[in-house]
């Protein structure tokens, strides 16, 4: 499956979360590590979820850019 997360600047560091798969974050001093460790949270999450006997949400959230004028 394919989740959308979104990275954020968090001061000194980043911090990412999921939108389909809510409590799932992770955070890193870079991009890329901030990548790595949500790819390792989501992988956790969905872990977790089938050792409760529950299914993997289906991915709905949708990440796209826009253009406005500045």
Known sequence: MRYAIVIERAGDNY??????????????????????EMRDAIAFHLEG???????????ESRVDYIEVAA
């Open 15 to 36: 911090s990412a979360y999921a939108p389909d798969l809510p409590g799932c974050v992770a955070t890193g001093r870079s991009v890329e590590e901030t990548e790595r």
């Open 49 to 59: 979820l089938r050792e409760d006997g529950l299914p993997p949400p289906i991915p």
